[in-house]
DNA sequence: ACAATATTTAACCGCATGGTTAAACCACTT
DNA sequence: AAGTGGTTTAACCATGCGGTTAAATATTGT
């Protein structure tokens, strides 16, 4: 794995080049040649710093994961905020984020549709996030009558399918509804404006 | 294209054969001995019917777009449903349509995002879908005091995102949520219950 | 039985691509 | 000047895979 002597700067740079080109087109239509341009680096030394393709795959999956996952999940085990004001946050940072990466979400979905195992893999690593928080949170506002009864699973794969597949969907919906690029984060900015009230609204009693 | 004799037939069944294949791995990942087999016949007879694995490829994204798009925007362009209908009728109708084809929802996002020129060009042939019905349906709604005013294409996202993206990410929800292959039915049967009055409460002003 | 059509067989080509290697070359330190 | 760790060069290998071909063989209609 690591037979002779490492830069860290430079296995930084060829990860972040790996994570911009895979993320990009996905692995399978990624060419190595392409990861050791765009580090500004040779084939060779791509090789020579992390051995295989997939070895350098599997490292930008769970970056990637690793990513996205505290962002959401962070800030729902939060015991400080509301439900109420977790939503906002969310909506809010969700899609920031993924207006500043637009390949992320597709990037995802892609590479656990063609490599299912890799994410029990990467989830054994990483345990699967405390719900507990949130449970109790739900269950306080349905006692309170602030809200319908509805499992912390349904909650989050509400939040998730509301913010995040629009930009995995993007080229589709793009050409499917007609939104020009430009106006695509017209479109953003107004989901921002519109989400929170649709999910508080939508789990009111 | 078609320069010696087709059987109908063998031209379906190879078709068939690489709609399984395809959606099961992705066409990156697919090779066309797979589809051969699958089709229980030999590669040289699926160049001898589609000439290349890109245009084979083409026409089962193509198909499957035809399938999933007139499901969603038939219901919506449909004049004699109100806005609540339909939002129950598309929620019943994609959910079993999902559960039906696990690996239909991740193909389409994962072939826009290695391939997002297609699209384009298949929306070019197929014209993008009526919504004006469901226009007037919203302004007519909003005017009654029924519903908070929304656009028709955040509507449309915001059905696709609670839909679609569950089935998309499946194998990550199942890791992440911790949702057996058992439970996932389960899970999506109390999405069923639970989506509509979400949907529609959402949208009450 | 004959001809036309449909399908298989089995070999083959070409090429892109992942991966390897050995030697040369730098940049820096001592 | 010599050594050491990092990087390039440029060739090379192996292989998988898309695609082709020509002849053999079924299958079908007449």
Redesign the interface.
Known sequence: MAPSSHDRETADRILDAAHTVFLR??T??SRTQEIADEAGVNKALVHYYFGTKAALADAIFERALGTL?PLMFGILADEKRSIEQKVRDIVREQIDFHSARP?FA?????E???E?ER??AV?ARRG??P?DVLRRQIREAVEAGRM?P??A??F???L???????F??R???S?????KPSGWSA?ME??KR?LP???L????P
Chains 1, 2 share one sequence.
Do not use: C, T, W
Request: charge should be positive; glycine fraction near 8%; charged fraction near 15%.
């Open positions: 087109r996905g399978a239509k996952a390949y597709a990037y995802l979905i892609s656990m549709h063609a299912p994410v029990a989830m699967s996030p719900r319908r509805i499992s699973e349904q989050i794969v509400n998730m399918g509301l913010l995040v597949f629009p995995a969907l080229p589709g919906l050409a499917l509804l007609g939104i479109f107004e989901r519109l009230d649709f999910i609204a939508g789990l009111r």
